[in-house]
């Protein structure tokens, strides 16, 4: 079997990976779930009556404690994620984004509750559980009350199936909803993490997405008359001058829609994305849309505008996962767009992003 040590090691000798001292120190814990994976089996859904008597074979979970890897943003989690997916040598596993996967749970809980089902997190589990053993998680972060009030049991319900988690955060356990309402009911959920998952912090002093080559300029700052008609000429030139009209994206039955667009290329100021109430959702569906999304006129952020600011976050989130080129004008350099404040904190890891997906080399369709 190979080991995300072995891979880890070869990437680093090909020159494709930088050889970093806390990543090393991590790899020991991914091959721990790797070899606890390979050697673990499905565990079977109760029936109702093994459930009322609590008869769960619990020999079958053994060797099944996951891996909690947080730390600042552009360490390697994620990369080192990569390799474990890659070593993992099961069918039956999969990485999401955790906005993008608690989409799915709430979705899935609704679909129970018009069933009629007593409990609607035990089928949304049994189905989860039923498709990864395996389950990786990018960028948990819980900041909706909805989430935080469920998530503990769900988790719980695929632990209890022998489901694997692993997840990165750029917070430790202690952090997540912190000041969140009523978070005195999330705190079992923080000691199940501890109890099911190794907590291991990732302190490498390097931020990997820094220091790329990038190609044309894709973000133009301040903004001004000369950065806006940079923005022009760009949609001139990619769409030859032809008409642009809106695109309609639909999302649960609502209509979203992106004020220009042009085959898949999209067009939109950053107040028609964030000063309306969308939500992860929409945001995927968006970057599901576009190859290439231009965002005009992003503001400086800060407390004054923190609910666009935060949708800002999610947005970027979406747009990073799905591979989506981004072009845009925006109000000074992603490093220095929120500076203080609530929220400056987690928006380390969008202005990260924001700069990495500079890069010549970025973009779904250049992947194709």
């Known amino acids: 079997m190979t080991t995300v040590t072995a891979l880890y090691e070869s990437r680093v000798g090909s020159g494709q990976l930088k050889d970093d001292a806390a990543q090393r120190s991590a790899l020991p814990a991914f091959d721990a779930v790797l070899e606890s994976v390979a050697q673990s089996r499905p565990v079977q859904a109760r ?18 404690r996951g891996l909690y890897i947080w730390g600042g943003v552009g360490r390697g989690k994620s990369m080192l994620m990569d390799l474990l997916m890659e070593a993992a040598p099961i069918p039956d596993k999969r990485r999401v ?129 000369e950065t806006r008609a940079d923005m022009e000429a760009i949609w001139t030139e990619l769409t030859d001058g032809q008409p642009t009209p809106p695109m309609t994206v639909e999302v649960h039955g609502r209509k979203v829609e992106i004020a220009q667009h042009l085959g898949r290329m999209g067009r939109a ?59 845009a004008s925006a109000a000074a350099e992603p490093e220095r767009l929120y500076i203080e404040g609530e929220g400056s904190f987690e928006f380390e890891r969008t202005a990260s992003r924001l700069r990495e997906m500079q890069d010549a080399s970025w973009g779904r369709a250049k992947e194709s």
């Open 97 to 225: 984004h955790f906005h993008e996967f608690m989409q799915e749970i709430h979705a899935g809980l609704n679909e129970a509750r018009k069933r009629g089902d007593r409990d609607a997190i035990r089928p949304v589990a049994d189905g989860v559980a039923a498709k990864a053993r395996l389950l990786c998680f990018d960028e948990m972060q819980i900041t909706d009350i909805a989430d935080a009030m469920i998530v503990g049991r769900l988790f719980e319900a695929l632990f209890s199936h022998g489901v694997c988690i692993v997840t990165t955060s750029n917070r430790a356990p202690e952090e997540l909803y912190k000041n969140g309402l009523n978070r005195h009911r999330f705190l079992p959920f923080i000691d199940l993490l501890h109890e099911k998952m190794e907590v291991l912090p990732l302190d490498s002093p390097h931020d990997h997405r820094q220091g790329r080559t990038t190609g044309e300029q894709v973000w133009f700052s301040p903004l001004n008359r």
């Open 47 to 64: 029936s109702g009556w093994r459930r009322w008597f609590g008869t769960e074979d619990e020999a079958q979970t053994e060797g099944t």
């Open 269 to 327: 100021s950053f107040w028609d994305l964030c000063s309306r109430a969308l939500g992860a959702a929409d945001y995927l569906a968006i970057a599901n849309a576009v190859d290439l999304l231009m965002i005009d006129d992003i503001p400086q952020l800060s407390s004054s505008n923190f609910n666009e600011a935060k949708r800002f976050v999610t947005l970027v989130d979406a747009l990073y996962e799905a591979k989506v080129r981004v072009i």
